[in-house]
Every structure is written in C-alpha cells, then in structure tokens.
Nanobody, 121 residues
Framework: HVQLVESGGGLVQPGGSLRLSCAAS?????MAWFRQTPGQEREGVAS????????WYADSVKGRFTISIDKAKNTLFLQMGSLDPEDTAMYYC??????????????????WGQGTQVTVS
C-alpha cells in the first residue's frame, strides 16, 4: 500500500513559479502529477519512472515544468515555471506499482493523493 501526501500549492501571479511536493511511502514504479479543473477530466502533467528517472511531459507544460524525485526521501517534486492562468487546477500526486507504456494516463495509477490547489491569478 502506498500513501501520498501533497504540499506546496497556493496562489501565484502569472509568470511566477511554484514547487509542489509529494511525500510517498511504499514501493512505486512510476510517480506522476495530474491536474483537474471542475467539469474536466484529470490530465496527466508529468511522470517519472522511479528506477531510472525517465520522464514524460504533457505538451502543454514542456519547457515550463520539471518533475523530479528524491529517492532517499521518497519525495516527488514538480517545479512549475512561467505559470499561466490556464495552469490553475487541483494537482494530484499519483503512484503506479506496475509497469506501463502509458505513464500519463490516469487509469495506469493505483494510488492517489488528496490534491493541492494551484491558482494562477
């Protein structure tokens, strides 16, 4: 069983930066950040393969967001830059305990955090 606890959300001005953190317990193969706005499906933002650090990004955040992991502390990060009001969403940390060819697809993840709100305004 994996437990995930996010932190770091908040209010930021357009063009600003924010870093999200997700403390994890337990074994994982992939960890990722998803985001969701009211009435919309959850969108995969960035994913990382915890064993070799391979990463994947949604086109909408490439070059602006960076996903990383501190394996010693089992903590996932999302460094967000050049933030835009369209980045406003609830951001969720997710973990998968199996291999996948679709690391940005919601259904591939079996553990989820509670979410942290990011508002760009």
């Amino acid at each position: 069983h994996v437990q995930l606890v996010e932190s770091g959300g908040g209010l930021v001005q357009p063009g600003g930066s924010l870093r999200l953190s997700c403390a994890a317990s337990g074994y994982t193969d992939y960890m990722a950040w998803f985001r969701q706005t009211p009435g919309q499906e959850r969108e995969g933002v960035a994913s990382i393969y915890t064993h070799d650090g391979g990463t994947w990004y949604a086109d909408s955040v490439k070059g602006r967001f960076t996903i990383s992991i501190d394996k010693a502390k089992n903590t996932l990060f999302l460094q967000m830059g050049s933030l835009d009001p369209e980045d406003t969403a609830m951001y969720y940390c997710a973990a998968a305990t199996r291999l996948t060819w679709r690391p940005l697809v919601e259904s591939e993840y079996n553990y989820w955090g509670q979410g942290t709100q990011v508002t760009v305004s």
